[in-house]
């Protein structure tokens, strides 16, 4: 037996055990041959030097075939236990540091054997999903890639199941001396991942493949920043996209390129993009939902051809809600061929024939925007819907609000406003341009119901609106308020087709006895203010946002658009501001109670009462 101060295990060795000495050394030596981080681990998980862990198992015999090391499957409830937390600063597999970096923090998670490729790192779930955990404002410098896949060179293993990186402020960015073109985080079709807090800067790549992020699985985003990618911050294929409380900034190719994509965006910002195509936003085939989100300052390099904020191409199916898009720029004035690009705020357009595209933009304003057709919008194709919307200040050759070539179109509830359509006059060759100052529709119909088009500004013809479609249903147009535009040639419209709109009637055109339109006459409906009844005493030139939630010209008090269209066709509608149609604005009851444009008066000196609301 043994004594306090001869343990059993030193009796049995002193006894000269020839078979335990055998099983010994044979344990040492195939335990010493160990990778030296798995040693460290046996140290860790089980308290044992590798002579400790070698007499264990020669002492008993039955336990010979276990790995001490874990690395046998693991139970799933260990696996899943923990979050996967990262050393500040580490990136690189270092079996020497025992400190836990990001490759190997994203190895462990992926892998679906046992989840514990490192030892430095805690275990990942190879069954089921993993979360990355970086360090309160951590800076990761990527210097070198580790592999290629799907036309880029990586910076960090690809994900290829279910991971979440809880980024808590911390940076993953190419390392400025680093010459290699890497991309920061590439998604396989078999992974996905959601990011949280986390800022993804300088990753670069050729074409426009992914600088930041290429997701072929479905990707998450929220509360994060992209800032100084290159070939696009994130490129997103045959997959789902979700951008949460995020902003980009200054990223070349874009801050997303979709294809084959779902694409949502919430209450996000994007600026300062730049790209030969598009600088904002570009999906193509897939259905967008964009709400709560600003497009300010993008703009496309000289030969940039369409979009500066966001392209809609062929996508079945998009809403645009509560957004601002504002200083967009497609294309350079100054460079030959600048007429021919397109949207300087959004550019949609569809190849597929017979189209099948829906977009609607709703409560929105899109301001100060540039490009040589639609400084606002641009339209090719399908069927859009723009409600609630003003579209004030902006530029182009043609169409300087808007621009239609193709598709059915509907404004209702919209302010149209301040825009320009100038004249270009090269150094060689004839001039150009100056078109429809509001808006240009070409072939095709354009409806516009309650509506305000003023102050708008062609140096050719058309102030207001310029058409040249060869229809004659090209236009309707029902309660809309035309007045204050200025143009050589038809100042509130001009036809430089066929015949007379579609008139639906109740419309007011041009003011003091001059309706200012060119190439068909007004309706038998239609109002034209007479002699003496000047713009300001029709609508309010000052552009305010009356409190709604996008601006409006007001209606002062006398003008004849107030209480001016049958109370029949507006019962149940509101107004630009979503305040109720049919008051009655002049003091005298009739029939009609209806405001003709997009504001409706109050009663006489318009003293509503204002509750306070929260309004998105």
């Not at 800022?199 to 990707?219: E, T």
């Not at 369409?306 to 497609?330: E, K």
């Not at 946002?545 to 209480?563: C, E, Q, R, Y």
């Amino acid at each position: 037996m043994s004594t306090p101060t001869d343990p059993w295990a030193a009796v049995r060795l002193l006894r000269r055990d020839s078979a335990l000495a055998a099983r010994f050394v044979h344990h040492y030596q195939r335990l010493s041959r160990l990778p030296r981080r798995l040693r460290r681990l046996l140290r860790r998980r089980l308290a044992l030097t590798v002579a400790g862990a070698a007499l264990l198992l020669a002492f008993q015999p039955d336990l010979a075939h276990l790995d001490l090391t874990g690395f046998g499957k693991p139970v799933r409830s260990y696996a899943a236990a923990a979050d996967i937390t990262v050393a500040n600063g580490a990136v690189y597999i270092d079996d020497e540091d025992d400190l836990c970096s990001l490759t190997e923090a994203i190895e462990n998670a992926i892998d679906t054997v046992h989840g514990h490729i490192h030892g430095n790192c805690a275990p990942g779930d190879p069954a089921g999903a993993d979360t990355i955990v970086l360090p309160p404002g951590g800076e990761f410098l990527l210097t070198h890639e580790q592999g290629h896949a799907y036309l880029n060179f990586l910076g960090l293993p690809m994900i290829t199941s279910a991971v979440t990186i809880m980024g808590n402020g911390a940076v993953i960015r190419l390392h400025p001396d680093t010459q290699a073109d890497l991309n920061l985080l590439t998604v396989s079709p078999y992974g996905s991942l959601t990011i949280d807090n986390l800022g993804l800067a300088g990753g670069r790549v050729q074409g426009s493949h992914g600088g930041a992020i290429h997701a072929l699985g479905p990707l998450i985003v929220r509360d994060s920043t992209f800032v100084g990618n290159t070939g696009a911050a994130i490129r997103a294929e045959s997959t789902s996209l979700t951008v949460e409380r995020s902003q980009f900034g200054g990223n070349s190719g874009g801050a997303i390129s979709a294809y084959y994509a779902d694409v949502t965006l919430h209450d996000s910002f994007i600026t300062g993009g730049h790209n030969a195509v598009n600088s904002g936003v570009f999906v193509n085939r897939g259905d967008v939902d964009i709400d709560g989100t600003v497009f300010a300052n993008n703009y496309t390099l000289a030969g940039g051809r369409i979009g500066g904020a966001l392209v809609l191409a062929s996508t079945p199916s998009a809403a645009i809600r509560h957004s601002r898009f504002t200083n967009n720029v497609t294309g350079n004035p100054n460079v030959p061929g600048f007429k021919d690009t397109a949207g300087g705020a959004i550019a949609i357009h569809d190849s597929v024939w017979p189209s099948e595209m829906h977009v609607e933009i709703s409560h929105s304003i899109l301001s100060g925007n540039v490009a040589g057709a639609g400084g606002g919008i641009y339209m090719s194709g399908g069927e859009v819907t723009v409600r609630e919307t003003t579209i004030n200040g902006n530029q182009a050759v043609y169409g300087g609000g808007i621009l239609s070539e193709g598709g059915k179109v509907l404004l209702e509830n919209c302010t149209i406003s301040g825009n320009k359509a100038f004249r270009v006059v090269p150094a060689e060759g004839p001039a150009y341009g100056g078109n429809g100052g509001g808006l240009v529709v070409e072939p095709y119909l354009l409806t516009i119901r309650n509506s305000t088009i003023a102050a708008n500004v062609a140096d050719n013809a058309g102030g207001g609106i310029w058409t040249n479609g060869v229809w004659p249903e090209t236009f309707f147009a029902e309660r809309v308020l035309i007045t204050g535009n200025a143009a050589p040639l038809g100042p509130q419209m001009a036809i430089a087709a066929f015949g007379n709109p579609l008139d639906g009637g109740f419309n007011l055109f041009g003011a003091n006895g001059d309706p200012g339109i060119y190439g068909f006459e007004v309706g038998p409906t239609d109002i034209v203010p007479p002699a003496g009844v000047t713009t300001g005493q029709i609508v309010a030139m000052t552009l305010a946002n009356n409190f709604g939630p996008t601006s409006t010209h007001a209606l002062p008090p006398g003008s004849p658009a107030i209480d001016a269209a049958p109370s029949a066709q507006c019962a149940g509608q509101t107004d630009q501001r979503h305040f109720p149609r049919n008051i009655n604005g002049d003091g005298r009851p009739s029939a009609n109670e209806c405001d003709i444009g997009a504001y409706e008066a109050g009663p006489l000196v318009d003293h509503w009462v204002f509750v306070p609301i929260t309004r998105r």
